[in-house]
């Protein structure tokens, strides 16, 4: 009995350890080639917002904020900010994103997004 709780448990780890790669390897198609806001991988509720005026190697993640949002929501932090994650209605398309304001919006409601800030160094496109 305790060799399959051990099975579970190993297998929770890995299925958590694809999760975080997954997480990792939408971040980084974002830094490699998507600009503006573009919609990440199957799920076309998922768009990246992307900051032009900023970008850096290592981009780290922020709380993710979850709740019926509307269709603006404020951003802000005290590094700069790379791009931010939002997830929303299915089709939804930004309006507008203005960076320096710190506010994101879209055609339809938003439910979630992650802040993705450059601490330290950061190079500015």
Known sequence: MRNKLQAVTKFERRA????????????????????????????????LVDNLAVSCESPVPSVPVVGQLGETITVSAEDPIDFVL???????????????????????????????????????G
């Open 16 to 47: 958590l350890l694809l999760g975080v790669v997954l997480l990792v390897g939408l971040a980084t198609l974002g830094l490699t080639g998507l600009a503006g806001a573009a919609q990440i991988g199957p799920n076309p509720t998922v768009q």
């Open 86 to 124: 939002v997830k929303s209605a299915p089709n939804a398309e930004v309006v507008t994103a203005d960076f320096v304001a710190g506010q994101i919006t879209l055609t339809e409601n938003i439910t979630s997004y992650v802040v993705w800030t450059c601490p330290g160094t950061t190079t500015t």
